[in-house]
């Protein structure tokens, strides 16, 4: 699945970058939208963009299953969908994106 959405992801941060915007992906600019609230500094205990530490344990879910539980939020704190109104394609940018960066991808 991944595979099928990282060129989707691709070819709009093009279209963003042609529109003069900042060369960010869509994962990324979601992320910072919705997921950075709680996901940076660890609000309500969320685990840390780019702190491994925190994912210990998580990690060992597959993609599948932890996409489902952002999907459906993780009660009490991990709201559904981590308020993003957005459609699966890109929640799941911004999914990828905060795993990529725990797992050394992307820092
Ligand atoms: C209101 C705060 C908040 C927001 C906003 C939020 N999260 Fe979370 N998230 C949490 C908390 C807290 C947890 C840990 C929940 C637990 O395990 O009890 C969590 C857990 C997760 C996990 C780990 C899931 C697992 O299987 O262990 C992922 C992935 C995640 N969030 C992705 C996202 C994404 C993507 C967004 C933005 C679209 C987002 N979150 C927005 C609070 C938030």
Not at 11 to 34: D, H, I, N
Request: aromatic share 6%; proline share 7%; hydrophobic share 35%.
């Amino acid at each position: 699945m991944t595979l099928m959405i990282r060129p989707i992801a691709l070819l709009a941060t093009v279209v963003l970058v042609g529109c003069g915007g900042e060369p960010k992906s869509v994962g990324q600019s979601t992320y910072e939208r919705y997921c950075y609230v709680c996901h940076a500094a660890g609000t309500a205990s969320a685990p840390r963009f780019a702190r491994p530490e925190d994912w210990a344990g998580r990690l060992e879910r597959t993609d599948e299953e932890i996409f489902k539980r952002v999907v459906d939020g993780i009660p009490p704190a991990m709201p559904p969908r981590g308020l993003c109104t957005c459609d699966d394609e890109t929640l799941r940018a911004a999914t990828d994106y905060l795993l990529d960066s725990v797992r050394g991808e992307n820092r």
